[in-house]
C-alpha cells in the first residue's frame, strides 16, 4: 500500500494512484514502505511552488521533517513543463492566455511568480541530488505522477541484490564490415570456386602464403572448417575441395 496526503489537493493524485492509495494525515505527499523496511517519502511539486521554495527554504524544511519521521530515501516530483526563455534566461511555465496574433486562447510561456534564472533553478535540483542524496524525478501531469510513484513502489518490493540492470558489462557487436585490408590469401581465394567471400576467411585462417595454399591437395582443403552465417561449423567437404584444387591447376 502507499499511504497518500487526505489535503484536498492532493485529491487529484489518489484518484491517478487508485487503489493502491491510502489517504491519510501525513507529513509529505506519499510514502511507502519497501520490502527490507526501508521508508520512502515522496514530495511532489509544481515548478513555481518549487522555485518559491529555493526563496524562503520550504521545501527542505519538508525533507527534515521526513527525517524526523524516520524517513531512508527521499523523492522530489517535479510535476509540470518548464523551461529556459530563450532571450533573457528567466525560468517559464506555461499557462492559458490570449495570442494577439490568433485572437483565441491559447498556451503560452510565462515567467514563474517571483521571477527566477533558469540557471538558477537547475543548480538547486543538481545540488538537492548531489548534496542531499534526493532522487528526482520529473513528470508532465498528475498521471504521470501517479506512474512514478507506483514504479518507484514496485522498485522497492524488490529485493537489492535482485536487480541486475546494473550488472552488465557493454560487449560491442562484432562488426560485419571489415575495415582493414584483406590479406592476398584470402583474396585470391575468395576467386576460387564454390570458395566465395565468407568461406575465405576460413581458408586464410588455414593457410599461411598463397604457395602454401595453392599446393595443398584435396585432403587437407577439404578438411578446411567454416562457419556461417548461423554459426554453425562444418568441413569443407571433398566435392569442394576437388572443385578447389582443380581450378588451382593441381
Known amino acids: ?34 520490502i527490507d523496511e526501508k521508508l520512502i517519502c515522496v514530495e511532489r511539486k509544481k515548478c513555481g511552488d518549487l522555485a518559491a521554495c529555493i526563496n524562503d527554504g520550504r521545501f527542505l524544511f519538508q525533507m527534515q521533517n521526513c527525517k524526523e519521521a524516520g524517513a531512508d530515501y527521499l523523492c522530489l ?20 492566455g490570449f495570442n494577439p496574433r490568433t485572437q483565441k486562447r491559447a498556451e ?6 517571483p521571477p527566477m534564472m533558469f540557471s538558477r533553478f537547475d543548480q538547486y535540483l543538481t545540488e538537492l541530488q ?10 508532465e501531469n ?22 541486475q540492470s546494473l ?12 575495415l582493414v585490408r584483406p590479406s592476398l ?29 595453392v599446393n595443398a591437395d584435396v585432403l587437407e582443403w577439404e578438411n578446411i572448417t567454416t562457419t556461417d552465417s548461423k554459426g554453425k561449423s562444418r568441413k569443407i567437404g571433398r566435392k569442394v575441395a576437388q572443385k578447389v584444387v582443380q581450378s588451382l591447376g593441381r
Open 1 to 34: 500500500m502507499i499511504f497518500t496526503s487526505s489535503l484536498p489537493n492532493d485529491a487529484d493524485m489518489i484518484r491517478a494512484i487508485g487503489s493502491m492509495a491510502i489517504p491519510v494525515n501525513l507529513f509529505t505527499d506519499a510514502c511507502f514502505s519497501s
Open 77 to 96: 516530483i517535479l510535476e509540470g513543463r518548464y523551461r529556459r526563455n530563450p532571450e533573457d534566461g528567466l525560468l517559464e511555465v506555461p499557462v492559458w
Open 108 to 113: 503560452v510561456w510565462e515567467p514563474v511568480r
Open 130 to 139: 548531489r548534496d542531499a542524496g534526493i532522487i528526482i524525478k520529473h513528470t
Open 142 to 163: 498528475v498521471r504521470g505522477t501517479a506512474d512514478v510513484i507506483l514504479a518507484l513502489y514496485q522498485n522497492f518490493q524488490t529485493p537489492q541484490n535482485e536487480h
Open 167 to 178: 550488472n552488465q558489462i557493454f560487449k560491442p557487436p562484432t562488426p560485419s564490415v571489415q
Open 185 to 213: 590469401v584470402r583474396r585470391i581465394a575468395s576467386e576460387l570456386s564454390s570458395i566465395g567471400w565468407e568461406r575465405s576467411g576460413a581458408v586464410a585462417q588455414h593457410f599461411s602464403s598463397v604457395s602454401e595454399m
